[in-house]
């Protein structure tokens, strides 16, 4: 394992409902990531915390809400959600920002919004 | 426009084979490049990590190379094994962070006994 949980690991959800994800890293890093991976595309970077501070949002809907109460701990809060935001949510953790560090990632929740 | 393109989008082989993996990118300024393997069901795993002076890296039956001049990467497989089935995503960092990544859209190997 990479030391990045995920739970949960699925999600099936209509449009009007509200779920959270949830992301911990064990391995002490600064930094932490979401990403989207829908399929046959690239990864989709969403929102970077370093230090729980929000350090970019990748032009995410305001239907995604991120929030980062430690380094630790990383949720992912959905509302409203359309079909077309079915995908597999990757969270990462990183020791820090810097370019040449290894993001480890978790094991993703995959989501479906019917 | 910064890209990563790779080739094929989807292989199959017999265990035991060889394959290479192709990476393409237009990203610049250039930082490193990274490949990653993710198995179904699971988040992507670093595999190797190339800077511009670096032109070859090993892991295990894993080799990575990278022409900074032409802008290319492969990825070589010797001797294939079943649990080698996965996604390979090339990545591409430009200087200022971990939040500068550019991904491919991986390449799909499936290794059939």
């Known amino acids: 394992e990479t030391g990045v949980t995920q739970t949960p690991r699925h999600l099936v959800m209509g449009m009007t409902n509200k779920k959270s994800l949830k992301c911990e890293q064990h391995?002490?890093?600064?930094?932490m990531y979401w990403y989207k991976q829908s399929a046959k595309k690239p990864l989709e970077l969403m929102f970077v915390?370093?230090?729980?501070?929000?350090?970019e949002n990748n032009s995410v809907p305001s239907r995604f809400s991120p929030e980062c109460p430690n380094s630790s701990h990383l949720f992912l809060h959905l509302h409203t959600l359309q079909p077309e935001d079915s995908a597999l949510y990757l969270c990462?953790?990183?020791?820090?920002?810097?370019?040449?560090?290894?993001?480890?990632f978790g094991p993703g929740t995959r989501l479906l919004v019917l | 426009k910064n890209q990563v393109e790779q080739s094929p989008q989807s292989l199959i082989i017999l265990e035991g084979k060889n394959c290479t993996l192709q990476?393409?990118?237009?990203?610049?300024?250039?930082?490193?490049l990274r490949w990653y393997k993710q198995d179904t069901g699971r988040g992507p795993v670093s595999l190797t990590i190339?800077?511009?002076?670096?032109n070859t890296k090993s892991n295990g039956r894993y080799t990575a190379t990278l022409d900074a001049d032409t802008k290319q990467s492969s990825l070589h497989i010797t001797a294939s094994q079943l649990s080698d089935s996965a996604s390979y995503i090339c990545?591409?960092?430009?200087?200022?962070?971990?939040?500068?990544?550019?991904f491919g859209q991986g390449t799909r190997l499936t290794i059939n006994p």
């Open positions: 990462a953790s990183s020791q820090d920002l810097a370019g040449q560090e290894t993001q480890y």
């Open positions: 391995l002490g890093h600064n930094a």
């Open positions: 915390y370093n230090f729980k501070e929000q350090t």
């Open positions: 990476c393409n990118y237009t990203v610049s300024p250039f930082s490193n």
């Open positions: 190339m800077t511009f002076s670096e």
């Open positions: 990545v591409v960092s430009k200087p200022g962070g971990a939040q500068k990544l550019v």
